[in-house]
């Protein structure tokens, strides 16, 4: 039957939402309810990118009156915020628990495919299971054959080769034997990536016999199916990445096409990416693109969107298709930005039964979801590390994820992008900065030292590349040894070619004609002040004076998925330095609000969260909310957030531009953490009104001499402090105070370099490497409070009034990160006299600093005396947990509050008490870091954060320990090994483990004490008395859980393989004794009881 | 340096580069993010100025494959960056020195955002671009005394000069284009208004064999037995200038032979009928229009180029409505209600652009089977 010359003979012109019979009939009726899976803690490969897309999947649904059911343990997320879903169940994710909120809720349908790799594998887990099937609830936006088809490696080959696609020569195995065969046959290098891990955890790529052993034996361990997929190499090919979406009338298209600058071979999370891609002809293209939809429909990608990655032979266009991911991701968030395209709202009315040509394009409101965006700029995306934070770790870049966040620029060119992108990442260079000396360019040292910089993919790699062009590299030499296409490396020697003409500027006056143009066609070119002024050894003001003085303005364009072809209604806008401006500043009262930059540990989704509520509350208040942020995960740059966004770095230069077109009423810097925190001070001189506690008041708390003054003033009580700014001085404190010492450069956040210290040896060595981090910015030296108690306190103040948010203990001692320590709220130890004697002092700061706004204060407990470590005048990490544990969205009232509004009008003048506990648990990326110590200390860890939520403390804590994937468990044996001062800490817990059925294993010194006090105990050797050993124990499985405490240097590295094994086999374990006492009580807990699921909208309402 | 004067007085001062030398235009902007090479040697840019709304255009150079004909018809090509450091395994020439020797002007470094955003609320304009240092009146001069767009008839200049068969089936990137010899498949004549070679090679690839014939030719040459079906080509300029090819056209629908007609041709179908022709704004230049199948209500991503449309309601009572743009609704297919006729506005062999309306071919080839 000819398709065409059957056409209808009454022709229906009209083109939406309408069918045959002229009804309209876009979504499906029989779904009334839905249950969302989120992605839980934020982790290395899982980041805010899926608080982004569920919160647009929730606001969709809900859009569409369809009853949205929620489950996420991570409560830093919007999309938990309680007018999200009409149910939210802030549990633990994970089949059980999932099960009993299915049983309770009886959802019709499940949509897994906007929380990530978690929520597809809780999808898979609840099919297998029969729950599904069970409770009626239907798989929607994937179904279970699609999910498998596109995860198990071994199926999507077959699939891939079905439809006539090349995947690279590979073969899937359980067992190393069969491994090593295979590897003989195709030969080195080879691929080994494990089944159904996330971010790639546990991939990587063997050079050699010896190497491939060690690595299948890792894979296979780390893969809940004990299967790996070796791969032959396709190191060094090109890297591309499509952003499909299919609906169910088979309609398909291409939201967005990503290249690689790193080639093949590093996780394409921790490559830099480009958008759109570049160096394709539109033949190659094409095919790709053909190809990518021939995938879909094999698949079956029905009604959603998914990733495909292919590899493309530089030398000879052979494609072949690398992988899939039939949901989200973090890509696809990446996509969203880059085009406008919103993919996870579009995704989610296509599992509703929408089609694509029936949901309109919000940004042009002409075009249908089915246009394909075109874009006129070019978008850059680079990984954000934390190597920093683990000087231990390698940070040779692999098929492993290492990163933790990623900055975004968009620019009209690929120069400009990839330099704003740069300063974006505040890494401290504010462009393409030097890695070696112009005076040691000669030397074959740094010669050699500048080709391993090429060789070796690392965080530093780019930068090489600039010191390799600075230095005479041709660009055919620099793609030898890196294998970055050409096309990227010549804009590099572009850029670096322009840095001398911009030098040649030296000495002569900057506001000559030629001069202007030359800073003109830098600024073009993506140049930020701040690096010109220092090609030119002046002043970053200086070239800002001359610069806007002579009419060098960036203008601001707007990202419409459509190159201009329609008018765009969404002010979504980037700078660039040409002529027609596209930004309207309105005739409302502005604020602009800075956010927090990319993701990082110490700085994360927190604080987006925080950034977004103030949005949420400026529009509330009739204000126009202007959001500036370059990290493409968040919340806070979906173009819906606020009423203006602004997807620029948040480095001063940029802000000011904006600052100067917009001329704001004021300026929020107190929800983005560190990143706003630092300009403020500049900003404020520079004319812009801060908005709530002055740059001021947040000086003096954090400059250390002042706030003592401050405290002696209020008769208040810290641990004894000094600040040194030599190591000679550090000594001399050290004499007077005693040790330990906990030691720390001024103003940073998430504990950066803090450090305790037990004698002089570690004070020098300390002094030493510290100095070079924070250079002229002394040292802080606190006398360590040894066994203290941990509290954090968030309050808000409106000048009158000054309301507790939420008293939090930590469960682990003074000395851990704050971060990195579990707490509960409220505190589970404190007296009636304690928590109001810290409320009573909260107050007291709080007024004395003047803050309007929010104010977090960190104390701790000694015998019974309240000492201040430190008070932070602004937003805090644990904002996003305490307003869900008390159910009052404390940034939003604190934005209120900065605008003038006062707390008892808004009818928030006490202490929420609650009848439930709730437990924040940190979640630390150990697991991706191979060779790293997961000992906890004063430098923060974690990337991510869990809440538990139940009546009693050891629920909420077991809750807490599952969320974060810590399987505690219900009987086995427990390995117990303690430092001396816990020795009589440990009696307690390990009788009452004994006595719930465990068994005991000790080292010797802990086992004398366990047996003296009447516990049976076996004795095991530690790792340095010979084997066989404990961690042969934890890997023939023997072991249910670690306890492992440890004093001093020496201590902690004979332990270390003890805690990497734990890891590596997922056995919890506690190397604080505060910690191993609440795994007890819940395990006693659990053991008693089984646990039970609440959604936070039915807690509230008992408050 | 290179500057370009619009009719409405706008001048835009950029860096030259490709050849040296003046040209008038109607001036467009395409959407598309790859395919400039394609783009340049598109026939139906004769006497068009076209703008890249993409940044970065010569990433991939230039190569011996990638042309819709043998040389270039585009006036002038305006871009943000001009990339003259080729990055593709392809590649052999770069876009300058491609440009250069087909004398096509070039400029780069001006804001092209505001360019395409004058011309989206302004609609397409004339314009004169010029890479020697002329004066802006000299050049304004100039602009006034092109000959207006409307009512011209740039087919004639651009037509095959006498017919020839082509023999290339689509690309791979295996064969490139290797012949294909097949004697045993139907013959169909392709009246050629400026063809892109990707229509002939799509046919050719459909399992047709192809002939092309200047548009001059008389209409009873394509009505032989031989030609088992007929392709009205895609073109350049104003269908409403053509009238002996509607004519030729009129004759061609009575004589119930298979007729595939893209573009231009399908323009030149709708007038035949008795249809309408309208001039859009600034009319449909990119890779990612979605269009509506009537039948299947399934929709296809489609490449366009053109700058006249048909009125739907102009051609209703002869014909079935089959495509339509989603975004403004203007007519992008139909199928004649007695007649073998199949017409489409968008470009199904694409080059440059998604080939998922390629399926059309097999259509025609289908009815050129069925009756051959």
């Keep these: ?243 499909m979406m299919r609906d169910k009338n088979d309609n398909c298209i291409v939201v967005c096409s990503i290249e690689n600058f790193d080639p093949m071979g590093i996780h394409t999370g921790d490559s830099i990416t480009i958008a759109p891609a570049q160096t394709l002809t539109d033949k ?138 740069i300063r974006s990442l505040e890494s401290g260079a504010s462009g ?205 740059t979906d173009y819906d957030t606020s009423d203006k966004l602004y997807f620029e770095p948040v480095t001063y230069e940029d802000v000011m531009n904006i600052v100067d077109l917009e001329s704001p009423y004021g300026l929020i810097v107190q929800f983005g953490g560190q990143t706003p925190l630092k300009l403020s001070k500049r900003l404020e001189a520079a004319g812009v009104q801060v908005l709530g506690t002055s740059p001021e008041s947040i000086d003096m708390a954090e400059d250390r001499k002042r706030f003592r003054e401050l405290l002696e003033r209020l008769q208040l009580r810290q641990p004894t402090s000094y600040t040194a700014t030599s190591v000679e001085e550090a000594i001399r404190i050290g004499n007077t105070i005693g040790f330990p010492l906990i030691l720390r450069p001024s103003y940073v956040l998430g504990g950066r370099a803090m450090e305790i210290v037990y004698d002089n040896d570690e004070l020098i060595e300390y002094m030493e490497k510290a100095v070079n981090v924070s250079e002229d910015k002394p040292v802080l030296v606190d006398k360590f409070l040894d066994g203290a108690t941990e509290i954090d306190v968030d309050a808000i103040s409106d000048g009158d009034i000054v309301v507790i948010g939420g008293i939090m203990e930590h469960i682990e001692e003074a000395g851990i990160h704050s971060g990195d320590s579990a707490c ?200 340095v008395e010979g084997r066989p050993h404990i961690v042969d124990l934890i890997k023939n499985g023997e072991i249910a859980m670690l306890i492992n405490t440890t004093f001093g240097k020496k201590s902690i590295k004979d332990s270390y393989s003890i805690r990497r094994s734990a890891i590596t086999y997922n056995i919890p374990y506690y190397t604080t004794i505060e910690g191993a006492d609440a795994a007890y009580k819940a395990i006693l807990a659990l053991i008693n009881g089984d646990i039970t699921v609440t959604p936070i909208q039915n807690l509230y309402k008992t408050v | 340096m290179a500057v370009l004067v619009l009719e409405d007085g706008s001048i835009f001062r950029g860096k030259s580069f490709g050849y040296r030398g003046v040209a008038a235009g109607e001036v467009v902007f395409n959407t598309s993010m790859t395919g400039y090479q394609e783009e340049l040697t598109d026939p139906s840019y004769y006497g068009q100025i076209l703008v890249a709304t993409y940044t970065q255009i010569g990433n991939v150079g230039t190569n011996t494959q990638d042309y819709e004909s043998d040389k270039t018809y585009l006036g002038g090509f305006i871009v943000k960056e001009y990339i003259d450091y080729p990055s593709n395994f392809r590649s052999t020439e770069s876009l300058d020195s491609f440009m250069t020797r087909h004398n096509v002007i070039g400029m780069y470094g001006i804001d092209t955002r505001m360019l395409v955003r004058r011309i989206r609320t302004k609609g397409a304009m004339m314009g004169i671009l010029s890479s020697f240092d002329e004066s802006e009146e000299a050049l304004k001069f100039k602009l006034g005394k092109q000959p207006p767009l409307l009512g011209r008839d740039l087919v004639t200049e651009i037509t095959a000069k006498q017919p020839y068969d082509f023999d290339e089936p689509l690309w791979s990137l295996k064969d490139g284009y290797k012949s294909m010899h097949e004697k045993k498949n139907p013959l169909v004549a392709v009246y050629d208004f400026g063809v892109k070679r990707n229509i002939l090679r799509s046919l050719v690839s459909a399992g047709l064999r192809v002939r092309v014939f200047p548009c001059t030719t008389p209409v009873g040459e394509l009505l032989r037995d031989e030609y088992k079906g007929i392709v009205l080509s895609n073109g350049p300029g104003d269908p409403a200038a053509l009238s002996y090819i509607i004519e030729n056209t009129k004759e061609l629908i009575a004589s119930n032979k298979p007729v595939l007609g893209i573009c231009l041709g399908h323009q030149l179908l709708g007038l035949a009928l008795g249809g309408e022709a309208i001039k859009l704004k600034f009319g449909h230049h990119g890779a990612n229009q979605s269009v509506l199948n009537m039948k299947t209500r399934g929709i296809e991503i489609t490449v366009q180029n053109h700058g006249f449309a048909i009125k739907p309601e102009s051609i209703q009572d002869k014909a079935d409505i089959t495509h339509i743009n989603l975004n403004d609704r203007t007519l992008e297919g139909f199928v004649h209600k007695t007649r073998p006729v199949l017409s489409f506005q968008h470009h199904p062999e694409a080059s440059p652009g998604p080939r998922e309306a390629g399926y059309i071919f097999k259509e025609f080839a289908k009815l050129v089977y069925e009756r051959r």
């Design chain 1, 1 to 243: 039957m000819l398709l065409l010359s059957n056409a209808l003979r009454k022709t229906d012109l009209r083109t939406d939402g309408y069918r045959n019979n002229g009804e309209l009939m876009p979504k499906r009726r029989d779904i009334k309810k839905i249950m969302l899976i989120g992605s839980g803690p934020i982790v290395i490969g899982q980041a805010s990118e899926f608080d982004y897309s569920g919160t647009q999947s929730c606001k969709a649904l809900k859009l569409e009156g369809i009853e949205v059911v929620l489950v996420n343990s991570n409560p830093a997320t919007i999309m938990t915020d309680p007018e999200f879903a009409d149910k939210t169940y802030i549990e633990p994710i994970n089949p059980d628990i999932l099960k009993k909120v299915i049983a309770a809720e009886r959802p019709d349908a499940l949509l897994p495919t906007m929380g990530g790799q978690t929520a597809l594998n809780m999808a898979v887990a609840l099919s297998d299971s029969g729950v599904l099937k069970q409770y009626g609830v239907e798989l929607i936006g994937a179904r279970i054959d699609t999910i498998k088809k596109a995860e198990d490696r071994e199926m999507f080959k077959v699939s891939m080769e079905k439809i006539g696609l090349k995947v690279p020569f590979s073969k899937y195995t359980h067992s190393k034997e069969e491994a090593m065969r295979f590897a003989r046959d195709i030969g080195f290098p080879v691929i080994i990536r494990p089944s159904f891990t996330l971010g790639g955890t546990g991939a990587s790529v063997a050079y050699n016999i010896e190497e491939f052993e060690d690595k299948v034996e890792y894979g296979l361990s780390v893969s809940p199916s004990h299967e790996v997929l070796l791969e032959e190499s396709v190191l060094g090919w090109k890297e591309f990445e499509l952003e």
């Design chain 1, 284 to 421: 190659e293209y094409q095919s790709m693109r053909n190809a990518a939809i021939k995938i879909m429909r094999e698949i079956g990608i029905e009604s959603g969107g998914s990733n495909i990655q292919f590899a493309v032979n530089p030398v000879n266009g052979d494609m072949v298709v690398i992988e899939m991911n039939p949901r989200v991701s973090r890509s696809s968030a990446l996509a969203s930005k880059a085009t406008g395209y919103p993919i996870a709202k579009v995704a989610t009315k296509l599992a509703i039964g929408y089609t694509l040509d029936e949901i309109t394009n919000d940004i042009t409101k002409n075009t249908k979801a089915s246009f394909e965006p075109t874009i006129d700029y070019v978008v850059t995306k680079i990984p954000k590390f934390a190597f920093e934070k683990f000087p231990q770790a390698d940070d040779t870049l692999t098929t492993q994820m290492k990163s933790v966040g990623e900055v975004m620029a968009i620019g009209r060119t690929f120069k400009e992008s990839l330099q704003k992108a």
């Design chain 1, 432 to 636: 393409m900065a030097r890695r070696i000396k112009r005076d040691d360019y000669n030397t074959s040292a740094v010669l050699d030292k500048v080709i391993e910089g090429l060789k070796r993919p690392s965080p530093d790699r780019l930068f090489y590349i600039g010191d390799a062009l600075r230095m005479g590299f041709a660009i055919e030499e620099i793609h030898k040894y890196t294998a970055i296409d050409p096309w990227f490396l010549n804009n590099i020697s572009e850029i670096i070619r322009y840095e001398d003409r911009i030098s040649s500027l030296r000495g002569y006056s900057l506001s000559d004609a030629e001069a202007i143009k030359i800073i003109r066609d830098a600024k073009g070119m993506g140049f930020a002040d701040r690096y010109i002024a220092s090609l030119l050894g002046t002043a970053e003001s200086v070239i800002r004076k001359v610069r806007t003085g002579n009419g060098v303005k960036p203008v601001y364009k707007v990202v419409d998925t459509c190159g201009a072809e329609f008018e765009a209604y969404t002010p979504y806008l980037y700078s660039t330095y040409e002529d027609e401006n596209e930004s309207v500043v309105s005739q409302r009262k502005r604020v602009v609000i800075l956010g927090s930059g990319p993701n990082r540990i110490g700085q994360g989704i927190e604080f987006d969260y925080c950034c977004v509520h103030a949005s949420f509350a400026l529009r509330e208040e009739g204000y126009e909310s202007i959001m500036i942020n370059s990290n493409p995960e968040t919340v806070s």
């Design chain 1, 824 to 1023: 509960s709220l409220p505190p589970f130890s404190l007296s009636q006299h304690l928590t109001d004697e810290i409320s009573r002092q909260t107050r007291i700061l709080a007024k004395a600093l003047n803050v309007i706004g929010l104010i977090n204060i960190q104390y701790a407990i000694k015998d019974n005396e309240v000492y201040i470590l430190e008070v932070n005048p602004r937003a805090s990490r644990t904002i996003p947990f305490v307003s869900k544990s008390i159910g009052v969205p404390l940034a939003k009232l604190a934005t209120k509050v900065m605008l003038g509004r006062k707390l008892k009008d808004m009818g928030f003048t006490k202490e929420v008490i609650t009848d439930y506990i709730t437990v924040k648990e940190a979640v630390l990326p150990f697991v991706k870091l191979p060779g790293v110590d997961t000992i906890l200390g004063p430098e923060m860890k974690s990337t991510g954060e869990v809440m538990g939520i139940d009546r009693t403390f050891a629920l909420a804590f077991a809750k807490s320990q599952l969320a974060s994937n810590i399987l505690l468990p219900l009987k086995g044996t427990i390995f117990i090994s303690v430092k001396d001062t816990d020795k009589l800490l440990i009696v307690p817990i390990a009788k009452g483990l004994k006595k719930l059925g465990f068994s005991i294993v000790a080292t010797r010194g802990t086992a004398q004490v366990l047996t003296a006090s009447g516990i049976e105990v076996r004795v095991v050797n530690k790792v």
